[in-house]
Every structure is written in structure tokens, then in C-alpha cells.
């Protein structure tokens, strides 16, 4: 039986990390599942206390069965702490087991909010736009629309171009953006946070080529020649990936040591580059294959976590067992903030599912269960080590 607070903070704790026994598991979720039924919490925060258990518990919850009693029997002994630390208005303290209190973190931390469809759009050596941000996407090609069917303003039409000279588009987006474009051939890419896609206006007769830095999720569509399946190449700072009609992920930022392709469907070519030339390494990725390119090292990994690969795409955070650092790597692109670590790293590694349009208090919150010293200067977040003092 719980017997205090702080039990139900490490029973939290220990939920979110995937530490928890079958029993406080299911305890747990299913306290959550009958909460309507509970008079312990007053009708008018049932709602506000559902939405911050879910956005912590994870995004299994809705889905929970609800017909053990038994179950109910052994959690019907915690309900009076939980109801007392979520309807006394107090349902983010919990989440601060080892950090320090929002006392470090500023008013303007409070007003960050995550990412939204932010790019601009330039044709190599001419002009450049801003994209509109209550749009999700472009189509480009000879003319360049919106994913609605509206034009795109501010770019020079291209007309009357020998295809043997035609422009190139660079697609851009900063910290905090994400945007889709549609390709001349009818090809998808969805860009993330902080990358860049060069591509032609119109591609060659005989093969599609892109060039890629950062992080983007491709649909590509097969296209014919006659009997000829016409290629399509991604080129990015250490690596080519060569294929015909599939969807895959590529992480190629160039100020990261490692470049990751996961393959959801399909089949693709990897080869590896130095000092521009493709070497002789290369390997056949299969759907549910991952390969990582380190230090001139290709590695193949044959079962990998494809969701967690895709996430960003589908609007999430998902981290799987992920380091401090790598976490922070994706925080810091997304909600456009600086990280900055004093003394030695947190060896803490992180688990769960959280959305992408989580505001970042909100996230810091659902991060606080691990052992590690942080306060916000503005944009700016500084990570302190163990031995370290803010």
C-alpha cells in the first residue's frame, strides 16, 4: 500500500521509466482509466487532472481495460495522494525529484513554445522567401505553390530555361521549423528542425538528385523511362543513399560525428563517402534496417525502434533508452535554445513518448525525473553535472 508522497513520486518516476512491477503497473493505469468514478476528485478537475497524468503516463493510456476490480481494490488505498497532490493545484511539483526549483527557470522560459512551419525557400543565386507558417508545405517545380494550390510570392517564374541549366531550390528550415515539400517528380520530403534540401527545378532525363543537411523523412515515387527505373540519389557529408521508390529516414546533420538511415519501406543503397569520393563500403537496407555511418565506419543494425526514428515526423519525441546529450540535441533544435554543460555530463538515459507541441515547461517538467542540475537564462539552458552548483 502507498503510504506517503514521496512513494508515489518514485512510483511516477519509476512508471515513466519503464520500472515499475506488473502490478504498480497496471495499479496505476488503472486508477487513471476509472477516474471518472472517483469521488476523491471533484468533477471540475477531472479533466485538467486526466490530461496531466496522460501527458506524463504516456500515450497507452486511453487504451487501458478497465474491468479489474481487484486491481481497483489494491489502488483504491493511494487515491487520497494522488487526489491531494494533483487537486491542490500542485500536479507539476511531483516531476522535480532531483532537479532544482523553478526558481532557475525565467519568466521568458515560460513563454518558449515549440516548433512550428517555419522555412524559407530560395532559388540558388536569386531570390528567397519566407514560407508562410499557417501553411504545412510547398509544391515546386517549374512554379512553386503552396500545399493548398496558392502561389508562392516573391520567387522569379521559371520560364524559357535550357533544362540543362535550370535552377536549383534550397528549401531551409531554422531551429524550430519544419516544413514538406512536394519534388518536380512527385516525391515527399519532410524536413525537420535546423536542415537544409537543395534540389533542381526539373530533374536530368537520366537520374533524381538531392542534397541533404539535417534531418529529412523521404516517399519516394518511382519513376520510368521505358523500361528503365529512373534513380534518385541523396547526397549528404559522409554518405549517398541511392533508390527507386521507398520511404526512409536520413539524420545527415553535417556538426553531427554520425549520419543514420533507417529504411521503413522499400529498398535502398548506401554508400559511404570520403573526402567526396564514395568509397568501396556500402550495404543493401532492407525495411526495419538501420545503418550508421561513424567516423567513416558503416554499420548495419538489422532491428531497430523505426517510430522512434520517425517521430518527429509524426509529431513526437520518443526516446528509447537515449542519453542526456542526444536528448538535448533534439530540445535544443526544435524549441530553438542553446545548451550549455558545466562539469562532467549526466549519464542519465531517458524513456517515453512525449508531442512535439508540448510547450517547454511543460517538457522540462516530464524530464525532471532524472538526476541532473539545469536552470534557463532566457533561451539559454545550462546543464550542470552532479558535483556542479547553479
Known amino acids: 500500500m502507498m503510504t506517503n508522497q514521496e512513494e508515489l513520486r518514485e512510483l511516477i518516476a519509476r512508471y515513466n521509466n519503464n520500472q515499475v512491477t506488473e502490478e504498480e503497473r497496471q495499479a496505476l493505469e488503472h486508477w487513471y482509466a476509472t477516474i471518472d468514478n472517483d469521488a476523491a476528485v471533484q468533477e471540475e478537475n477531472k479533466d485538467s ?11 497507452n493510456i486511453p487504451e487501458l481495460s478497465v474491468d479489474s476490480k481487484s486491481m481497483y481494490a489494491h489502488w483504491k488505498n493511494w487515491i487520497p495522494y494522488v487526489a491531494a497532490l494533483l487537486i491542490m493545484g500542485v500536479v507539476f511539483s511531483i516531476w522535480k525529484i532531483a532537479f532544482k526549483t523553478r526558481e532557475n527557470i ?19 543565386g536569386g531570390s528567397r522567401v519566407n514560407l508562410k507558417s499557417n501553411q504545412y508545405g510547398v509544391q515546386t517545380g517549374k512554379a512553386v505553390l503552396y500545399a493548398d494550390g496558392s502561389s508562392v510570392e516573391g520567387l522569379e517564374p521559371i520560364v524559357g530555361i535550357d533544362p540543362k541549366e535550370m535552377p536549383i531550390y534550397v528549401l531551409t528550415t531554422p531551429k524550430g521549423g519544419t516544413y514538406k515539400v512536394a519534388l518536380p517528380d512527385g516525391s515527399l520530403v519532410w524536413l525537420n528542425a535546423e536542415s537544409s534540401l537543395r534540389y533542381p527545378a526539373e530533374f536530368a532525363v537520366d537520374q533524381r538528385s538531392v542534397e541533404l543537411d539535417g534531418e529529412a523523412y523521404f516517399e519516394i515515387k518511382e519513376v520510368k523511362s ?45 554508400k559511404s563517402l570520403m573526402g567526396g569520393k564514395i568509397e568501396e563500403s556500402s550495404m543493401i537496407l532492407q525495411p526495419g534496417y538501420q545503418s550508421t555511418l561513424d567516423e567513416n565506419r558503416l554499420t548495419l543494425f538489422k532491428s531497430v525502434n523505426v517510430e522512434e526514428a520517425m517521430a518527429w515526423k509524426n509529431g513526437f519525441f520518443i526516446f528509447d533508452d537515449v542519453p542526456l546529450k542526444a536528448v538535448m540535441k533534439q530540445i535544443e533544435r526544435w524549441y530553438d535554445i542553446e545548451v550549455e554543460y558545466k562539469g562532467e555530463v549526466s549519464d542519465e538515459h531517458f524513456n517515453g513518448k512525449v508531442y512535439r507541441n508540448t510547450k517547454l515547461m511543460e517538457l522540462l517538467d516530464i524530464l525532471s525525473f532524472s538526476k541532473v542540475n539545469f536552470k534557463m537564462e532566457g533561451r539559454k539552458m545550462i546543464i550542470y553535472s552532479k558535483k556542479e552548483t547553479n
Open 49 to 59: 487532472v486526466r490530461n496531466d497524468l496522460r501527458l506524463r503516463l504516456g500515450e
Open 226 to 270: 521505358g523500361s528503365y527505373k529512373k534513380p534518385f540519389i541523396v547526397k549528404s557529408q559522409q554518405q549517398v543513399i541511392e533508390v527507386l521508390g521507398t520511404k526512409f529516414n536520413v539524420a545527415a546533420y553535417s556538426e553531427d560525428l554520425k549520419t543514420t538511415t533507417t529504411l521503413v519501406e522499400g529498398r535502398v543503397k548506401v
Open 106 to 124: 525565467s519568466i521568458a522560459t515560460v513563454s518558449i513554445q515549440p516548433g512550428g512551419y517555419y522555412a524559407t525557400l530560395e532559388i540558388e
